[in-house]
């Protein structure tokens, strides 16, 4: 993959789909490029592409790039979401079973000054920094074993059934067995969101 697409190129092609370069979109770009580099993947979006799933450990500017340069995305369901709240990414060669997870250092943030002690906006010394840094001084990386459960691999979903409370379908196995039912996991557990009352009020 890197040596198909250089990174301005992967950089740019990011910026366009996020709406803004910021060190995020960076960060996101030269993080993948790592990941799939360490775990043998070329061609994301071409003959790879079935071969690979991204874990994104945060929902922020990283993961649009990370799915720019992935392709990797919820609706292939090729991209999960970890809601960890940690600048960092899992890649899975689904192919080898070779996975490694890239972290983003914390010192980063600090040594990007070093490298441009000029630019009085931290934020603009980071996004030129985060350019040309080294791999080792912006990541750490780990290898490490995913397990994949068959309901989490991409393609038609292995059943649907109907939560006995609110009516809805459930797939993918997320359903929950509660006291004898069948029950969504909202139902069950509580959801996001609370319905509201449309009862015309008299």
């Known amino acids: 993959m890197t040596g198909i697409m250089d990174f301005e190129t992967l950089l740019e092609e990011s910026v366009r789909i996020h709406g803004h370069l910021c060190p995020g979109q960076v960060l996101g770009v030269r993080m993948s490029m790592l990941g799939l580099r360490l775990i043998d993947i070329d061609e994301p979006k071409g003959r790879d592409r079935k071969n690979l799933i991204v874990f994104v450990e945060m929902d922020r500017c990283a993961t649009d790039a990370v799915q720019s340069v992935t392709g990797c995305s919820l609706g292939k369901r090729t991209l999960k979401f970890m809601d960890y709240g940690k600048m ?57 074993i995913v397990r994949l459960k068959p309901e989490d691999m991409p393609g038609r979903p292995l059943k649907r059934v109907l939560c006995e409370k609110c009516g809805e379908y459930v797939q993918d196995m997320r359903e929950v067995y509660k006291d004898g039912k069948t029950l969504c996991r909202s139902c069950s557990e509580g959801g996001y969101y609370i319905v509201e009352d449309h009862a015309d009020s008299k």
């Open 88 to 144: 960092a990414a899992t890649f899975l060669n689904l192919k080898t079973g070779r996975a490694v997870r890239v972290i983003a250092r914390e010192d980063a943030r600090e040594k990007a000054k070093e490298y441009y002690p000029d630019i009085e906006d931290k934020y603009k010394a980071q996004l030129e920094a985060y350019k040309i840094m080294s791999d080792h001084e912006l990541f750490e990386t780990m290898p490490v």
